[in-house]
């Protein structure tokens, strides 16, 4: 080797080659390269980049899953101290214990469902707020993305900073926030109200403005986070479309109609997915606001699932609603991105 | 034309009422919280209600302090989300990596089955992680919140998908450099994905940072509780401190919204790419 | 430094049921310090090669020497050779000095200060000194591909291994870079193999040229070697721009007759004894128009070029291109008369393509230049 460029290799050169800093620098980076020397060729390297990734995933989700679907049958009667499985290597003695006591009681808990007055209640109420706030969510979030799509409109930026900015809020915390914006006596809504003379409303205390309190809340978190997705859309249309409907002689509503909405068909329906499953997910917020009050008009049932699981112990039973749970979850979605077609 | 100038300026007048309507509808909840937090409990319950700060921010907060150590709270949340990201983002970009560049027996298998996984809602974990948790003793622990989640399917998926416009050749062209297989990763793809690894650092913060069905179930001690659990818990006392809770309120909206502000191109890449996972 | 040979080199992509011969018993030796151009058309095994010398692929038979050492199970990083890509694969999120001594640091014991005194010496000799501190996107693509050739000198390596390295660069500054290119080469004298689809670079550049086909080598040889002696009429039919002009013809005692009533009586038919039909080759520019021509074709179009014009005609169903003389610009539609010397004429086996005759005039300069 060794030709066309400068070579520091007559004696003495390393003691000016470079500062301390640099030589300690250079001894650190000797050092890494035998020691990198030790990692496989190309085939086998690539499990060793998955595993930690594959382990924590089989323990901690993929093992529940299927878990979760064991335990639907059974009854939970407590913590077990018995072994599940052993391995005993003579001086290797690997024990895994027993997860819970479990009583299995077949189709039992499935049956007790469809009876159950509470459980179809907390459906209702889920389908309920999600049939209301879903298209108002939607409608706002299109139509500030349309606005904010405007060439005309002025500080953007700013506006839709604004708007976004409830994404960043806690669940819980603002959550809170609503829960005394919509206090009863001293909610900033109800002097909101007073002052253009109507009555104070007992925002909490009554089942239908119970229900709409949480659909407000929820429209207020999510509506900014649903506008920037489709702003994202709406500015992935191609400008010429606009000015190929505008030479036709089309007018605003009818660049809407013929336009923007086909273009943004899969990003609109893909939004109304997302929404649909995460208001049926709901559980902070009526958690916080209502407590599921009053009389459980706005129970939920991610709520109901974890009052049977962690305030009356029914972990089998709320297991069993778990899986329900999930079930019409899924099938929501798939329904939904049949129904848009395309893709 | 003049009739379509003035039909203009109408449609201008009312986009503009809609937009700044909508500005102020999210932006008063967070002012009236502010206002709210620094006024004394006996001024914010009053009837009109105040709408201008008072001086009681720092009373109240002294108060919160000494009932529920709010501050102890935002530091588990923040230490708890903090490590969370870093570890999720190195395992998630690591297996992404692998699927995205390499190629190995059971590859296409082993993925389907993490993608599977991204539809099911989280919450259908709560309760056998509550179970395994509590046979092996972890309950009330850090690691108890964190460890189940770093295998986040969306977090490999969305690695796998950018890794893959990795060209091929710049790794080769590492590989004749002399670059291990790790140091390809973290010399050249994980650098190279810098804004990736932003959006991904973004949607794993908040999802840890938002969690709270989970944590609610497993944290018993008040000292280990995360914003969400000690604002809930907040709440539940006999006499309910209005001025105190949304002093907390405040503290764990405030300091985010503020990251929002620096960072929004970041958080707006996190949100399209948190959401595209379908 | 030193050569490089390659022994039956074979390479066999195995996708599960089917398996497709990349590239087939391939044996070549290049010089120590020669500059070998790959050519071929796309998918002829031209870049699987190249990346097989750089250990890229693995070997599925065969050997690859460096010298006398054979290197055919080293990984990349052991050949002690650099590689110059398509695209460059300069690292994004690095400047050009972190760029160019990337190699040298991870696999050199060299110490810093050194690695910054090579990569000066290397910027200073392409020219990009004062772009050392920019990352690549703030680049144009020529600096890019400075860059890239930087990365590649500076770890002074035994041989460069260059792919398609300027098919990103646009016309004018692909012509500079290529003689560039060529004496950098040179004043270095490092072994280059250097691949690419286009045969005007590959006989503007290489020292010797190695046509491949369908994964199997089909001839080596300097440029002016391939373009009058090609072995087939593959290599006859990719080396030549405008390409070669092809009929079959039947052969009569010494007389070949084709399409449009195309008849050639050759002198000395001695090469295609026993043949019954052949392929006849003439190049663009060894056809004249002469008003005295023996064949006579009807011209398509005629495309000037300033310092000559193609003229591209029909013959029967066969279309030919004759290289003339801007003052010849006959119209569309003309029937014009053209002549070629048997010197000029190529024959080649009808069903193997093997060359029976090539160029057998003395005068190389004048048939190039017309």
């Known amino acids: 080797m060794s030709t066309w460029l400068p070579n520091d290799d007559r004696p003495g050169a390393d003691s000016d080659a470079g500062s301390l800093r640099s030589r300690a620098w250079d001894r650190f980076r000797f050092a890494r390269q035998?020691?990198?020397?030790?990692?496989?060729?190309?085939?086998?390297?690539?499990?060793?980049?998955?595993?930690?990734?594959?382990?924590?995933?089989?323990?901690?989700?993929?093992?529940?899953i299927a878990y979760t679907l064991y335990l639907s049958f059974f009854r939970y009667e407590g913590v077990s101290g018995d072994r599940w499985f052993w391995v005993d290597l003579g001086p290797i003695f690997v024990e895994v214990p027993q997860i819970a006591e479990l009583q299995f009681v077949g189709f039992g808990n499935y049956v007790r469902i469809l009876g159950d007055g509470l459980f179809w209640q907390s459906m209702f109420n889920t389908t309920y707020i999600l049939a209301i706030q879903v298209p108002i969510m939607i409608g706002l979030a299109l139509a500030l993305a349309i606005a904010l799509n405007a060439s005309f409109l002025r500080f953007k930026g700013f506006f839709r900073t604004a708007i976004a900015i409830p994404v960043s809020a806690n669940i819980v915390a603002y959550s809170t926030v609503f829960l005394l914006l919509f206090n009863e006596q001293f909610g900033l809504v109800n002097y909101a109200l007073a002052t253009i003379g109507a009555e104070p409303i007992a925002w909490l205390r009554s089942e239908f403005w119970a229900r709409k309190t949480i659909i407000a809340a929820v429209t207020w978190r999510w509506t900014g986070y649903n506008m920037i997705i489709l702003l994202a859309g709406l500015q992935n249309i191609p400008q010429q479309l606009y000015e190929a409907a505008e030479i036709d002689g089309a007018s605003r509503i009818e660049k809407f109609r013929y336009v923007t909405l086909p273009q943004l068909k899969p990003v609109l329906l893909f939004v109304v997915v997302l929404s649909t499953i995460g208001t049926f997910k709901l559980f902070a917020e009526p958690y916080v606001i209502t407590g599921g009050g009053p009389t459980n008009a706005t129970i939920t049932i991610v709520q109901y699932i974890y009052r049977e699981a962690f305030q009356s112990w029914n972990l089998g039973y709320a297991s069993a609603l778990t899986v329900i749970f999930v079930a019409i979850v899924s099938v929501i979605s798939v329904i939904q991105i049949r129904i848009g077609g395309d893709n | 034309m003049r009739e379509q100038r003035r039909k203009d300026a109408v449609w201008r007048f009312l986009t503009y009422t809609f937009v700044l309507t909508a500005t102020v509808v999210m932006l008063v909840p967070l002012y009236w919280m502010v206002v709210a937090a620094s006024l004394p409990q006996e001024l914010f319950i009053e009837f009109p209600p105040r709408l201008y700060p008072g001086t009681s921010f720092f009373e109240n907060f002294t108060a919160l302090q000494e009932r529920a150590n709010f501050v102890r709270s935002i530091g588990n949340s923040v230490f708890i989300a903090v490590v969370y990201t870093v570890i999720s983002i190195l395992l998630c970009s690591m297996a992404g990596f692998a699927f995205a560049k390499y190629e190995f027996r059971f590859k296409e298998p082993i993925f389907y089955v993490i993608l599977a996984t991204l539809v099911l809602p989280i919450q259908l974990l709560v309760i056998p992680l509550f179970l395994m948790m509590s046979q092996i003793g972890w309950t009330d622990t850090f690691r108890a919140i964190i460890l189940p989640w770093l295998a986040n399917p969306i977090g490999i998926f969305l690695m796998r998908q950018n890794m893959?416009?990795?060209?091929?050749?710049?790794?080769?062209?590492?590989?004749?450099?002399?670059?291990t297989e790790f140091q390809l990763f973290y010399r050249i793809?994980?650098?190279?994905?810098?804004?990736?690894?932003?959006?991904?650092?973004?949607?794993?913060f908040l999802f840890q940072w938002d969690l709270f069905l989970y944590p609610l179930v497993i944290l018993e001690d008040a000292a280990n509780y995360t914003i969400p659990v000690a604002l809930a818990g907040l709440e539940g006392t006999q006499r309910v401190y209005y001025d105190q809770i949304m002093v907390a309120t405040s503290l764990a909206i405030i300091p985010l919204a503020i990251l929002f502000l620096f960072l929004q191109k970041q958080f707006v890449s996190g949100i399209l790419a948190g959401s595209l996972k379908e | 430094m030193s050569g490089i040979t390659l022994t039956d080199l074979t390479k066999v992509y195995d996708s599960g049921a089917e398996s497709v011969v990349a590239v087939e018993d391939l044996s070549l030796s290049i010089e120590d310090g020669e500059f070998l151009v790959l050519v071929g058309p796309s998918g002829c095994g031209k870049s699987t090669t190249l990346r097989c010398i750089a250990g890229l692929e693995d070997v599925t038979e065969g050997s690859i020497q460096f010298g006398e050492q054979t290197v055919t199970d080293y990984s990349a990083s052991e050949r002690d050779i650099a590689m110059v890509f398509q695209n460059y694969a300069l690292y994004p999120h690095m400047t050009v000095r972190q760029n160019i001594g990337f190699g040298l640091k991870l696999s050199t014991s060299l110490p810093s200060a050194e690695i910054d005194q090579k990569v000066d010496a290397v910027a200073g000799m392409l020219g990009i000194t004062e772009l050392l501190d920019d990352k690549p996107k703030e680049l144009s693509g020529g600096q890019q591909q400075r860059v890239a050739l930087g990365r590649a000198i500076v770890r002074e390596p035994s041989a460069f291994l260059m792919d398609e390295p300027l098919s990103n660069l646009d016309a004018k500054l692909r012509a500079e870079m290529r003689t560039e290119l060529q004496e950098l080469q040179a004043n270095l004298g490092v072994t280059t193999i250097y691949v690419t689809h286009d045969q005007t670079e590959a006989m503007a550049m290489g020292d010797r040229i190695a046509v491949m086909n369908g994964g199997v080598l089909q001839q080596v040889?300097?440029?002016?070697?391939?373009?009058?002696?090609?072995?087939?009429?593959?290599?006859?039919?990719?080396?030549?721009?405008?390409?070669?002009?092809?009929?079959?013809?039947?052969?009569?005692?010494?007389?070949?007759?084709?399409?449009?009533?195309?008849?050639?009586?050759?002198?000395?038919?001695?090469?295609?004894?026993?043949?019954?039909?052949?392929?006849?080759?003439?190049?663009?520019?060894?056809?004249?128009?002469?008003?005295?021509?023996?064949?006579?074709?009807?011209?398509?179009?005629?495309?000037?070029?300033g310092n000559e014009n193609f003229c591209y005609m029909e013959l029967g169903d066969v279309e030919i291109t004759a290289r003339v003389l801007p003052s010849h610009r006959p119209a569309a539609g003309d029937a014009v008369p053209f002549s070629f010397p048997e010197e000029a004429v190529y024959l080649f086996?009808?069903?193997?393509?093997?060359?029976?005759?090539t160029k057998t005039d003395e005068a190389t300069d004048v048939a190039i230049s017309a």
Do not use: C, W
Not at chain 2, 164 to 179: C, H, K, N, T, V
């Open chain 2, 164 to 179: 893959q416009s990795i060209p091929d050749a710049l790794l080769e062209s590492a590989r004749m450099d002399g670059a």
């Open chain 2, 189 to 204: 793809a994980l650098p190279a994905m810098r804004s990736s690894v932003a959006a991904l650092a973004i949607i794993l």
């Open chain 3, 349 to 357: 086996d009808p069903d193997t393509g093997e060359a029976l005759k």
């Open chain 3, 221 to 305: 040889g300097p440029p002016e070697d391939l373009y009058r002696h090609p072995v087939n009429e593959f290599v006859a039919d990719f080396i030549g721009s405008p390409s070669i002009n092809l009929l079959d013809a039947t052969v009569q005692s010494g007389t070949l007759s084709g399409p449009g009533g195309f008849t050639y009586t050759l002198d000395d038919s001695g090469s295609i004894e026993g043949y019954e039909r052949v392929r006849v080759g003439v190049r663009p520019e060894d056809i004249t128009l002469v008003d005295d021509g023996e064949n006579t074709a009807i011209v398509n179009v005629v495309e000037p070029m």
């Open chain 1, 34 to 64: 035998t020691y990198s020397r030790v990692v496989p060729e190309v085939g086998p390297v690539a499990y060793l980049f998955i595993a930690p990734f594959f382990i924590l995933f089989t323990l901690f989700l993929a093992f529940p």
